[in-house]
């Protein structure tokens, strides 16, 4: 099936995540469906709080996901589903560990609950599960094991992407930023909500952005004792950083008019993916 084929993987991913598509592209063909099938399993996990009018029913649906694994896990017959069934196959092709996806969707039950993070190292562990395995989960259908790595890109990927994220979040009265953050820099849960900045928030908004490009760096970094071959999972990294660098031309204020640059970011992938660094 090809990868953009109505109905498939790659139809789904294309018109719900362009950016992870765009990098899947950059994988070897017989590895490239069981990404598509992998994104678009994260895709249906994380947009759970998004569908679902209270946490209960959003229990009961990721439950539905940790079932439908186990099954797979355990040599069941793939539940029919347009996404479940290519990502049993990917599963039993590259011998995907059942624990990493539970450690993803554990980190996504976290969406449920409406109360920011209390600190700052509890969102890096909510991201190192929610982006992070979602990384390891890549980089071993490209037959690389690399969890340091995965673990920074995941982060610093996640980070930049809440950052962009945060006017829509904020609209839906959730909250990312870390509580103890946003009481040192004397921002109130109700100014986000209702969409006002000021000198506090972008100051908050500056400091979790270093916070983001420290952890691409460093994944940068680790990834040159890396094969080429992990590349394509690691590419969101340089999505990441086109995010960063929209966020820096706004003075970092997330609720500023959006100047997103999406050709500059199509050419700094095609050129990394090209060139087999990130």
């Known amino acids: 099936m090809a990868a953009s084929e109505p109905g498939s993987p790659g139809a789904f991913v294309r018109t719900h995540d362009p950016d992870r598509f765009l990098t899947a592209m950059f994988a070897p063909p017989d590895r490239r469906e069981a990404l598509l099938a992998l994104y678009a399993f994260n895709f249906e996990v994380a947009r759970v709080r998004e569908v679902v009018s209270d946490a209960m029913i959003g229990q009961i649906r990721l439950q539905w996901w940790r079932d439908a694994l186990t099954e797979i896990a355990t040599g069941r017959p793939p539940r029919q589903h347009e996404v479940v069934q290519p990502l049993a196959a990917a599963i039993a092709r590259h011998d995907l560990p059942l624990a990493v996806f539970e450690r993803l969707i554990d980190a996504r ?3 449920l609950d409406d109360q920011p ?3 700052l190292a509890s969102l890096f562990a909510y991201l190192d ?3 992070g395995a979602l990384v390891d989960l890549a980089l071993r259908i490209l037959g690389v094991e690399a969890p340091a790595v995965a673990h920074a890109a995941g982060i610093g990927f996640g980070l930049a992407g809440l950052l962009r994220a945060l006017p829509f979040h904020a609209g839906a009265d959730r909250i990312y930023l870390p509580a103890e953050a946003m009481a040192r820099h004397g921002v109130a849960r109700k100014d986000l909500t209702a969409g006002q900045g000021g000198a506090g928030l972008v100051a908050l908004v500056r400091e979790v952005a270093g916070h983001a490009a420290n952890h691409l760096d460093e994944a940068r970094h680790l990834s040159r004792d890396l094969p080429r071959a992990a ?17 820096g031309r706004n003075g970092h204020d997330p609720f500023a008019a959006p100047a997103p640059r999406p050709l500059a970011r199509l050419a700094a992938v095609t050129v990394a993916g090209l060139r087999g660094r990130i």
């Open 231 to 247: 590349v394509p999972a690691l590419l969101p990294v340089t999505v990441a950083r086109g995010w960063l660098k929209d966020l």
């Open 129 to 131: 599960g929610a982006s």
């Open 109 to 111: 039950e976290l969406d």
């Open 117 to 119: 993070p209390p600190d």
